[in-house]
């Protein structure tokens, strides 16, 4: 995993980006065209929803074509994690889930409830282990 803090050109944090493979992309001139190469070439990287090119700190990204092109930062995992708790980007709770077309008749919890549930579950399984005389090594 990397981690990426997100700037604007003014230097403002715009937010963060946790990226599992990350594509690294740079300009081509020679067909003048963005194009997908190994980190060491890198000049962008792609968001990990594939809509956005942030160039890459220290970088200059050629050919790009954008009102603010977006700068990423290379951070550590803590740091990730200090970004994301200041913005308060946690999944939203969803109060009225729908279930999935492929199974209808699914029981959908939101996320409270599924909360609820799994502690239900971790307290039951504590007592059977007490009950079992299992020990948690």
């Known amino acids: 995993m990397v981690y990426y803090k997100i700037l604007s ?6 937010g963060a980006e946790a990226l599992d493979n ?20 890198a000049q962008g990287v792609m968001s990990g929803d594939g809509d956005t090119i942030y160039q890459l700190q ?10 603010e092109l977006l700068s990423a930062v290379s ?21 009225d889930p729908t279930p999935s077309p492929d199974n209808p008749d699914a029981e959908v919890l939101t996320r409270a409830q599924l909360t ?22």
């Open 9 to 14: 050109s003014d230097g403002t944090v715009k």
């Open 22 to 41: 990350p594509v690294y992309v740079c300009w081509q001139d020679r067909n003048g065209m963005l194009i997908r190469c190994e980190k060491r070439d």
């Open 58 to 67: 220290g970088k200059e990204l050629n050919g790009v074509e954008s009102e």
């Open 75 to 95: 951070i550590t995992l803590a740091e990730y994690e200090e970004y994301k708790a200041q913005s308060g980007s946690t999944d939203p709770e969803d109060d």
């Open 116 to 137: 609820e549930k799994v502690l239900a579950l971790e307290d039951e399984l504590a007592a059977a282990k007490i009950l079992l005389g299992v020990s948690e090594t």
